[in-house]
């Protein structure tokens, strides 16, 4: 079955007329579809390898948008689901595979580059508003969609499984990454140490908050949360630090020359003027978000470092060393910002005024 097809299941106002692949998204296959009616739609199949719970995704997704839709806290647009001719929230294909559709946020642009400390600002009020939005939203029906999905020292263990088994030889060619990484294990325990010991408060997080996963209307104001799979019980000071990996960065996650890659730190104190606007942390947060982006960086990088010693089973790829070049940016960010950590206390404490 097509893609336009399936887009044909769904409600959609018109006759589908187009469907492209669509975006930059590492995990799901997303498709824009364009009816005769000339209305826009965001059709996706959920990657079945990375949640392995496709209804429960779908659950949560449909709880979390009912509530900010019912919120007024939320401000701007809300992802808004369309239903199937047999009113489901998603289709199964004959193969088994798993099928949305969203409403196209009408005259939306993603950025996957921030072009200005202006647009990083707008992202981080704008996931600073979300997690204040979802403050009241009861975590306990919510699905780990990806169980562990920021527990960094799991994230380790699994880069040692990955060269334990070498499973495709690539182990010779990661010598000076893995041992990065491990030089940092043991720092890789602070924030899930910091939960466990009631000092981080568990909230309902968004944790993938790249800059892409937020839609800008034409005046660059951030109006749409979006990726909402991973919505789940989380640390606010990772939905921080996961935008700072990657909005922060002065070069894209997959640039292959290192000397491009520092962190920006009029970027960072963008994001953090944003992010802290809606309030509502607490001192400890406050105190550990420099570890929250420090901490997104690495784990991240492990992660990629892990997916390309295990062949390129998880992210989308498009060249070959594609993960290696990801990693590297990453760990290439992570020493930038040991150098720079005192400066990066500085600017939250300056924010706090
Ligand atoms: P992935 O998990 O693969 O990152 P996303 O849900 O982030 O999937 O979607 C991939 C891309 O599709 C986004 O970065 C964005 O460009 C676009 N997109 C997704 N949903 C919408 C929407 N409702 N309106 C407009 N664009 C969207
Ligand atoms: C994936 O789905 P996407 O492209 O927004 C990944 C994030 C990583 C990111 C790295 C569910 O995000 O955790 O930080 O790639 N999402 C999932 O770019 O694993
Ligand atoms: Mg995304």
């Known amino acids: 079955m097509s893609a336009e097809q399936i887009a044909a299941r769904f409600r959609l106002d018109g006759s589908p007329v187009y469907c492209e692949r669509y975006g930059s998204g590492h995990i799901n296959d997303t498709y824009l579809v364009v009816t005769g009616k000339n209305r826009e739609y965001i059709l996706q199949k959920i990657n079945k390898f990375v949640f392995k719970e496709p209804e429960a995704v779908m659950r949560n997704i449909a709880a979390v948008t009912r509530f900010l839709r019912d919120s007024c806290v939320s401000g701007g647009s809300v992802l808004a689901l369309v239903p199937t001719y047999e009113d489901t929230d998603y289709y199964v294909d004959g193969e088994g595979e798993y099928w949305r559709v969203y ?44 169980p562990r999905f920021h527990d960094t020292p799991n994230r380790f263990t699994q880069l040692k499984e990955a060269v334990a088994k070498d499973a495709k030889n690539r182990v010779k060619d990661a010598g000076p990454e893995i041992a990065f990484a491990l030089a940092r294990e043991e720092y890789a325990a602070t924030l899930v140490r910091l939960q466990k010991d009631g000092i981080l ?5 968004h944790n993938d908050t790249k800059l892409n996963n937020v839609l800008f209307n034409a005046d660059r104001k951030a109006i749409c949360v979006i990726d909402l799979d991973t919505v789940m019980p989380g640390l606010a000071v990772n939905d921080f630090g996961d935008s700072i990996r990657f909005g922060a960065s002065t070069a894209a996650e997959d640039e292959p020359d290192l000397s491009k890659v520092s962190l920006s730190l009029e970027m960072y104190e963008a994001y953090t003027r944003g992010f802290l606007q809606s309030g509502g942390l607490t001192d400890a947060e406050r105190e550990h978000l420099r570890d929250g982006a420090k901490m997104m960086t690495l784990e991240c990088g492990v992660r990629f470092l892990t997916d390309y010693i295990n062949g390129d089973v998880y992210f989308h790829t498009a060249r070959e060393g594609h993960n290696m070049d990801r990693c590297r940016t990453q760990f290439k960010l992570v020493e930038d910002m040991e150098r720079k950590w005192e400066d990066m206390e500085r600017i939250v404490a300056e924010v706090r005024r």
Request: proline residues 4%; hydrophobic residues 40%.
């Open 103 to 146: 409403d196209y946020i009408a005259g939306s642009l993603n950025l996957d580059r921030a072009e200005s400390p202006a647009d990083f600002y707008e992202s981080g009020a704008a996931f600073g508003r979300f997690q204040q939005a979802l403050s009241d939203f009861d975590a306990s029906t919510l699905t780990e969609t990806i």
């Open 201 to 205: 408060p568990l909230r309902v997080t």
